[in-house]
T-cell receptor, first 113, second 111 residues
Framework: GAVVSQHPSWVICKSGTSVKIECRSLDFQATTMFWYRQFPKQSLMLMATSNEGSKATYEQGVEKDKFLINHASLTLSTLTVTSAHPEDSSFYIC?????????FGPGTRLTVL | DAKTTQPPSMDCAEGRAANLPCNHSTISGNEYVYWYRQIHSQGPQYIIHGLKNNETNEMASLIITEDRKSSTLILPHATLRDTAVYYCIVRVNTGRRALTFGSGTRLQVQP
């Protein structure tokens, strides 16, 4: 069964608004979670590494003030897309390690109108 | 992590075995071979991983060549639900770093 969940599975918002996406590890603790983004017909690209109790680490080219990450507990990381624009429309996927294997959430489809 | 090379696409008849190759000629001795798949509009799903011995689980078998420079993922009896993009990823099995995804192989299972 699934070991990582995401909520919501899809969201549509207006340009300029903020959207929060939750990523939860189920029945295990995850001190580190990862956030990926996937545009149509492309592969997954790492956006940031979320660390419990400390600041996230962002990949080059990813705006940390636009994509706010909070990892306040050992089972929950949130990604907030602030002042969303149509170019932020994408498939956002989180992941976490259980033992030595990385498991992925089902993804969140964000559409910004 | 070592680079991997996979064919961009493959077709397979339903009920037949699907053999997906992966080349990882620069693999290091401590790097594992991981396979994931991504069904359309879903997050990647872990399939199997191995170091040098062949591995089998309820989903698939992983055959790694003796020199470890290539591997093959085998889906023994492909179904339409196995249609997906399959990713072969090589990584060290210590440290919890993000995975780097290539383009993968798009497997189309035909009825």
């Amino acid at each position: 069964g699934a070991v990582v969940s995401q909520h919501p599975s899809w969201v549509i918002c207006k340009s300029g608004t903020s959207v929060k996406i939750e990523c939860r590890s189920l029945d295990f603790q995850a001190t580190t979670m990862f956030w990926y983004r996937q545009f149509p017909k492309q592969s997954l690209m790492l956006m940031a590494t979320s660390n419990e109790g400390s600041k996230a680490t962002y990949e080059q080219g990813v705006e940390k003030d636009k994509f706010l990450i909070n990892h306040a507990s050992l089972t929950l990381s949130t990604l907030t897309v602030t002042s969303a624009h149509p170019e932020d429309s994408s498939f956002y996927i989180c992941s976490a390690y259980m033992a030595d294997t990385q498991y992925f959430g089902p993804g969140t489809r964000l559409t910004v109108l | 992590d070592a680079k991997t090379t996979q064919p961009p696409s493959m077709d397979c008849a339903e009920g037949r075995a699907a053999n997906l190759p992966c080349n990882h000629s620069t693999i290091s001795g401590n790097e594992y071979v991981y396979w994931y798949r991504q069904i359309h509009s879903q997050g990647p799903q872990y399939i199997i991983h191995g170091l040098k011995n062949n591995e089998t689980n309820e989903m698939a078998s992983l055959i790694i060549t003796e020199d470890r420079k290539s591997s093959t993922l085998i889906l023994p009896h492909a179904t339409l639900r196995d249609t997906a993009v399959y990713y072969c990823i090589v990584r060290v099995n210590t440290g919890r770093r993000a995975l780097t995804f290539g383009s993968g192989t798009r497997l189309q299972v035909q009825p």
